[in-house]
């Protein structure tokens, strides 16, 4: 007969248990020192073990030859309780059994002796689903029980308990399970199992189970049926992800203000049978990471759990906005996914509106809208402030969507004269090792060339008259060359502390030292 992965993989013993190390090894010492509660509370997210550890708990008061506070597995009372056919371990379902006359029965029968094993075991779970006349019933009980009697309680809402009921318990906290801990534990499962699972798919059913292992197994149980190798590809079609990789573009999308960029997104989302809504979850979470980033400059990784070809493209997409725009468009975010939630017809035509909307802050009538647009125009007021010549309003039509090169010239079209190569001697400049400030500032105002800014090489005369900036890409330095661009990345250094009233701004292109790879093409590689 099939057993269910997590049911089958289920932990045995505390030491089987994964990533709630601070509940498995207190509830191992106090069976071990014979100092056991008569009340536990178990409380925590769903599938992080609390049934789990319950059930090894009940085992382990009664096991007729414990090893170091752990069950045997092996005597008549560890057997029967794993089979379900211990009378003296009673488990209930507060969700469905929540009348007072449960509790009564609860009440009566705790007064007679245990029928085979050492000690009765009641485990209610979902407890905060009982009525109040029935917490009432319970509260003498749990308070004084005899001693052949432990009570168990389970719960996902611990804000819902009465706090009589909690003050007559000992209470242990359950937190969500790692990334990296549940991902081990899948590569266990597929080993024991002789399943293929890639490290890269293990992550991604890890992080889509938010620290539950229960719900981890499932996914991965579901994503390998009909032996299949689980893959991300594969966990993407299962689960119906759109992956960082549309997110990512979405965000650029955004940035540069590409309306029909973003319509293309939205219809290889509609047209690929995935749901608009979990592509919108994904994007809102993206959105969320992006903020993160940006406060959380060196610790953003571990923080969110990410691998670096991961955090390269997250850093990519967040250096384009500022935290006014994306405080704007969260707003604009969770309102569509309320109005997805309540209209299901209408999500691609919400997406498409809200996308839009995002992309063009003139659209916005919110608070945090009418704020990120105030804080562009400090900005250039603060320019203006400081004889910064303004680059020209560009709008979203003026920004193709990605740097195309030049056609080869006909001959009636003039070429264009490429920039000349400017070499810095050596002993005249400093290099900027850190230009992140500058191209945030000025990515705002032009997101394309900024990205050709973002791998440049930049440095300053000692005395702030010159400023030297080689590109990797000759198209690049053709796009910084031109005049209102070249103005507006001449702001952006000033307003940063580089230079000062007539610096010269000095455009070359050439090899880069070492090759750097776009971060999509990196987080393909991982």
């Not at 997210?45 to 007729?64: D, F, H, Q, S, Y």
């Not at 005899?146 to 389970?154: E, K, M, R």
């Not at 562009?376 to 010549?389: H, N, R, W, Y």
Request: net charge negative; with cysteine.
């Amino acid at each position: 007969m099939h057993q269910a992965l997590y049911r089958k993989y289920r932990p045995k013993s505390f030491d089987d248990v994964c990533g709630e190390d601070h509940v498995a090894s207190v509830l191992r010492y106090q069976t071990q020192m014979g100092k056991v509660s008569h009340a536990y509370l178990f409380c925590g997210p769903r599938g992080t073990g609390k049934t789990t550890c319950a059930k090894i708990l009940a085992k382990a008061v009664n096991c007729e030859h414990p090893e170091n506070g752990n069950p045997c597995g092996k005597c008549f009372a560890c057997e029967s309780i794993d089979n379900g056919t211990a009378t003296d371990v009673l488990e209930m379902d507060a969700a469905s059994n929540n009348g007072v006359e449960y509790i009564r029965d609860i009440r009566d029968e705790v007064n007679y002796t245990p029928a085979a094993l050492n000690k009765k075991v009641y485990i209610i779970d979902e407890v905060h689903m009982l009525s109040q006349s029935a917490f009432n019933a319970l509260l003498k009980t749990l308070e004084e029980p005899p001693a052949h009697v432990v009570f168990i309680l389970a719960t996902t809402e611990l804000h819902k308990l009465p706090a009589t009921i909690i003050s007559r318990c000992q209470r242990f906290d359950f937190r969500r399970i790692a990334v990296d801990t549940i991902a081990a534990r899948l590569q266990h499962i597929a080993e024991a199992e002789s399943m293929e699972l890639d490290e890269t798919a293990a992550k991604m059913l890890a992080k889509q189970a938010q620290g539950g292992m229960r719900d981890a197994i499932s996914l991965f149980e579901l994503c390998g049926g009909g032996g299949n190798a689980v893959t991300p590809e594969r966990v993407s079609d299962v689960l119906g992800l759109t992956g960082i990789e549309t997110v990512y573009k979405t965000a650029v999308a955004v940035a540069r203000g590409d309306a029909a960029g973003l319509f293309k997104i939205v219809d290889t989302v509609a047209s690929s049978a995935k749901d608009i809504s979990v592509y919108w979850q994904e994007l809102t979470s993206f959105w969320r990471d992006m903020l993160v980033a940006k406060h959380l400059k060196e610790n953003a990784a571990a923080y969110l759990d990410m691998t670096e070809p991961e955090m390269r493209v997250l850093a990519d997409a967040a250096r384009r906005f500022d935290t006014a725009a994306l405080t704007a468009h969260f707003t604009l975010l969770d309102d569509a996914l309320k109005e997805m939630t309540r209209l299901p017809q209408t999500k691609r035509l919400t997406a498409e509106m809200t996308l839009i909307r995002m992309s063009d802050p003139r659209l916005s009538d919110t608070p945090a809208g009418y704020m990120a647009r105030l804080n562009a125009l400090e900005d250039k007021v603060t320019m203006l402030s400081q004889g910064i010549p303004l680059q020209a309003a560009e709008t979203p039509e003026m920004l193709s969507p990605e740097p195309v090169p030049a056609a080869e010239p006909t001959p009636a079209t003039p070429v264009q004269e490429a920039p000349r190569q400017v070499e810095p001697e050596p002993e005249q400049f400093e290099p900027i090792a850190d230009i992140s400030e500058v191209v945030e500032r000025f990515a705002g105002q032009d997101p394309m060339a900024g990205a050709f800014l973002g791998d440049s090489e930049c440095a300053i005369t000692t005395d702030g008259k010159k400023i030297y900036v080689r590109t990797v890409a000759s198209i690049g330095a053709q796009m910084l060359s031109q005049e209102r661009t070249k103005a507006a990345l001449l702001g952006a250094f000033r307003m940063c502390g580089y230079g000062q009233a007539g610096t010269e701004l000095l455009i070359a292109s050439g090899a880069a030292p070492k090759e750097k790879k776009k971060p999509l093409d990196e987080l393909a590689e991982f």
